[in-house]
């Protein structure tokens, strides 16, 4: 295709160059990639005392004379337009019960506006469907985890449609065989079960946001409610056969590229409280489709529910520490994920234990929560950049941090008050003023606070919204 750039100014001048050219991104130099990029420029451009420059883009030369003449004639108009409608984003004052600092109010509103921009909603790959993109300059496609965890956001913000049909198009998507999901939609590979765990989640959340607000009837009909709990249902069947491990009594992971950790362990914490929270949530949602309390599916969700929960609770506990591995070797922020997706895992009196024991080695200088314990032998304090060695040996991922802060609210905001403040303020201030303006970031560095990996992430701006949402009560 051909694409038409125009410039019109009072003086200009230009040098064609039309080759390609050598550039150096510190961005990447800090990421330790490959930093010098071949880009093509066309012309240097000129400008000779001019005070206005407007510039068109489009696809055809009658598309671009046709901006360039509204803009010169509409320029007084537009600029009044744009300040109206910054003024008209940025008032949030009457959204919540209580009026947020100015900061804390900006960031809120510029990761509303950030969860939209991440939304793709007319992409032409069938592989891929409607969507949220993962992040920016880096995982710029849609990731099935990162999508189905930031739709929390989306039933905050009131989008019911949206979020029924986000549902809808992953319950097709399930595995028939495996039960689970593939993270990558595009890419050929195996499905990972932890998706259809995280998937069941958010129906839960869901479901109880529609019948807090009367709105189930409006939104799901009984037969829809049915054919959802016989998708799972068929889904939670297929991963016990395709991942139970019958000595452990756990699900073993198989597919080591689909999950995060780079110490990879076969049977990880967080896999199996999403599990347990996968056959709590399919309890809830028979019960919501019409089945009875005593009805014999619904008696044995429960049953195994609480045998899992019990193995878990042996298996990965040791003197008052919550462990992510079977060796008990290794304390990650598996701990707060793991209260997050499953709170009735433990009482809150074991739960204040495992926090305080945990915030300890996880709790870095900055105030963030580190990937994994600083007294790990594979602790790694700077983030490596691009080869992800780091991602799970110390990085502080700023959606984790906002959880913790959920967390740690849920469980005492009195006596976590002080910690949960700064990991939002450390949100606020990454969103404002560093990285990418705007945009919360993937992570940082454990040793000090700064913007890395991707400048703009999916899960950390809507976790950021979550986060806000709880600490201050919306009004309605």
Known sequence: YKQFMAVKAQNFSYDL???????????????KSDWRWPVFRLMNVNILNSKKLF????????????????LEKHEADLKGILDSESKEIFSNESR??????ESISTGYDLSVMATYKFLKVDLKNSNIGIGSFAGFPYFSNVWARDDIFGLRAL???????????????????IDKNTGGIKNLLSREGDSNCDIVFMLSKRIEDFL??????????????????????????????????????????????????GFRDKLFDSFPLGVQVLFLSFSSSMAFLGKVSGLSDEDETITKFLDFEELLRMKIRSSYVQNGVLFSNLACDKITYEVFSSYYFYPDLFSKDEWE???????????????????????HEHFVDEHSGQDGESRDLGDSFFYMNNLAAICLNDLD??????????????????????????FSSELSSSVE????????????????????????KKLN
């Open 17 to 31: 160059v039309e080759k390609f050219v050598t550039k150096h991104y510190e961005f990447t130099r800090l990421q």
């Open 55 to 70: 510039f068109g883009c489009g696809f055809s030369l009658d598309e671009v004379n046709s901006q360039i003449s509204l």
């Open 96 to 101: 919540f019960e209580k009026p947020l600092s």
């Open 155 to 173: 039933i905050n913000l009131g989008e019911i449609g949206l979020v029924k049909s986000r549902i809808n198009f992953y319950l097709d998507l």
């Open 208 to 257: 109880f946001y529609l019948i807090e607000n009367n709105e189930l009837s409006k939104v799901y009909s009984k037969p829809e409610l049915t054919e959802m709990y016989k998708k799972l249902n068929i889904s939670f069947h297929n991963v016990v056969r395709h991942n139970w491990d019958f000595d452990s009594e756990l699900i073993k992971v198989k597919n080591k590229n």
């Open 353 to 375: 234990e495992i926090f305080d024991r945990s915030l300890m080695v996880l709790r870095n200088d900055w105030h963030g929560i580190s990937s994994l314990s600083s007294e």
């Open 413 to 438: 905001s009195d006596k976590y008050s002080s910690i949960i403040n700064k990991l939002l303020l450390n949100s606020t201030h990454d969103i404002l003023e560093c990285g990418t303006i705007g």
């Open 449 to 472: 606070k700064k913007s890395e990996g991707n400048l703009a992430q999916l899960t950390s701006s809507t976790s950021y919204i979550e986060l806000v949402d709880k600490l201050f």
